[in-house]
């Protein structure tokens, strides 16, 4: 990898500062993804589900692999700045060629999740934190701090836990840490007295899910939120706008 790539990890990694959090609107192509960067944010975000759908597939890895690093290749060649890519829970690829593929993209940054995209199950914490071990590893030889975000699923697919998701998520969280992650993603947590107990006791820059109902900026920030992502928010936002003009152009009026 050039000195370039790793450096572009480093720069990554700088921008978890809890407290004062990196705010990513997930970007779903090369458009997007300038446009995200001309409105002054530091580093670009690929929402899985967004990417999916404006190449045709649906969210949940039915997006073939080739398909998907291609779409993260076109967004890291369009901005100047560090991109980190959502690869789902890693479509089958063994951790060596994960790590491969997403650095010959061009990306310093991944969310891996711990339920399986195709049946929503969530699965065994030991065989999740092997995952994140080899991706650590592999990231280690090829010589790039490559930023492994690790997504906590037990708030949006509860089946099979414990009753306590909390708990729960805050000993998920432990263990993907202590397996190589830099930093947790418990999606959908978004209790401001939750957040209170779960950022201190994972002590580690923490990844919230940006969403209607969730805390505003400034008071994810106070709760010491290291990262916020909008998901396949935006995505969504410009097809509902692009609907409505559409539906204005076949009523025969203009775009507005």
Not at 120 to 137: N, T
Not at 160 to 183: C, V
Request: charged letters at 20%; glycine letters at 8%.
């Amino acid at each position: 990898m050039t000195d370039s790539t790793a450096a572009r990890a480093v720069a990554l990694r700088a921008l978890h500062r809890p407290g004062d959090p990196l705010v990513l609107p997930n970007a779903w192509d090369a458009g997007s993804a300038r446009a995200v960067v001309d409105a002054g944010f530091p580093a670009v975000a690929t929402g899985s589900a967004a990417v999916a759908e404006s190449l045709g597939y649906a969210d949940g890895e039915h997006t073939p692999p080739e398909e998907m690093f291609a779409a993260v290749r076109r967004i890291v060649r369009a901005v100047a700045v560090p991109v980190t890519a959502d690869l789902e829970r890693g479509y089958g690829l063994r951790p060596a060629e994960l790590v491969s593929r997403l650095l010959d993209a061009g990306a310093v940054g991944l969310n891996l999740e711990d339920s399986d995209p195709r049946t929503g199950v969530v699965v065994d914490a030991e065989e999740q934190a092997d995952l994140l071990a080899g991706v650590r590893a592999a990231a280690d030889d090829a010589g790039v701090a490559v930023v492994v975000n690790a997504r906590v699923d037990v708030f949006l697919r509860p089946g099979g836990e414990p009753t306590d998701r909390l708990a729960e998520a805050i000993r998920r969280a432990r263990r993907y840490l202590a397996a190589g992650a830099d930093s947790v993603y418990p999606i959908l947590l978004a209790d401001p007295a939750q957040l209170r107990s779960f950022v201190p006791a994972v002590a580690a820059p923490v990844n919230v899910l940006a969403r209607p109902g969730a805390p505003a900026l400034a008071e994810l920030a106070a709760l010491g939120v290291a990262r916020i992502s909008y998901g396949s928010g935006l995505y969504a936002a410009t097809r509902a706008h692009t609907t409505r003009l559409l539906a204005a152009v076949a009523a025969g009026g203009p775009l507005a």
